[in-house]
């Protein structure tokens, strides 16, 4: 029976691979778009075909799938036909400002164009060393489906909240500052290069050690809020709770890398993190190898941060012997001040989460609800205060910029 289910889940799988196809044409298309886009110096709309894309995903879930079939194995389709839709839409939904800007669709034969070929010879490196933690989790995903397909889907739930802070906040940071570190390093401005990346991970310490310390503490309320459901039962989410909570200590890390992995992009060295993401990537399939027996998708989870956090470490370590040095005293003096506040944070949301579970429990959804937003919003505001307390610089900077944008809304 197992082996017959295995065999329905595989060719369903395959059905719903073969529909979806297309996606990976449209959304390389939409990446190319954006990546124009944030060239000429427009990173708001980029970002929101993101938003589209999941809006649409969502609508399909909801409006399509209904539509489909009563059985799940027919439901599913709507959502891969809501996939391909959103990716036209993702896609598509730059154009408006990329013509604003003069672009004219115009074929060119792209091998005769020195600078595609460029491209090109740069692309595989550049992707195996921006994207270490997608193809850490791909690889560790494929090896643990032949230990037990369960421990995947598991993982992959944890990953997608994971994904979420490191998107918000990584990503788009290092998207903002490729174009910024570039120019500088074309400019041979080497003071003012490093300045703006410790810069840059100052921002990004200040706020991913928080979503890390409210993941760790919270993981169970916040895996029992979006995910347990029907099938989804109590036992699931401690899984993920636990996977998740093993990933959280790892986000700095994780998004860390994307930011000074573009540093040598800016610096037109495009080989010293693919080399660095692939010894990574041996390392993290040895340590599955040793921790997925014991412990399942939490030893994954811990797999993939300890191999995240070498590779930062490498990937400083060779930009310093690049740049002679980085300048990372301040960054340095930041976190020493921000990991302890981000662990009374998340004593604070642990501490408020377990007495509202004492006190009211979480048998309905407001009370699930309230119990992620109450303690999660009161972890954010006391780690927010004391950084102002003892002036981190990027908690001075983010609130001055919020009470000027504040100030500028007109009255009534």
Sequence with gaps: LAVGQFEDETRLMLRLL???FPYMLLVCLAAVFIGMANARGHFFVPAMGSVLLNVIMIASVLLLAPRMGRALEQQIFGLAIGVVIAGIAQAFFQLPTLSREGYRYEWVSPWRDPTVREVARKML???????AFQINVLAT??????FDPTIVSTFQYSVRLMELPQGMFGISLATYLLPTLTGL???????EFRQTLSQGLGYLAFTNLVAAAIALSLAVPIVRLIFERGRFDADATQRVALSLACLA???????MNNIVARAFYAVNDIKTPM?????CLALNLGFALWLIRPYREAGLAVANTLSASLN????VYALRRKLSRLGLTGLVSTLLVLVPDAVLAGLVAATL???WDKQLGHATLVLKVGMVFLPGGAAGLVYWLVALWLKVPAAQEVTGLLLHRFRKVPKG
């Design 249 to 255: 200590p790892g986000l700095l890390m994780f998004s």
């Design 141 to 146: 995903q494929c090896f643990s489906f032949w």
């Design 185 to 191: 390093a074309a400019a041979k401005k080497l003071p």
């Design 18 to 20: 073969r529909l979806m």
């Design 275 to 279: 080399k660095i993401s692939l010894v």
């Design 312 to 315: 930062l470490a490498l990937l």
């Design 353 to 355: 989460a377990w007495l």
């Design 125 to 131: 490196p550049g992707s195996i060393g921006v994207a």
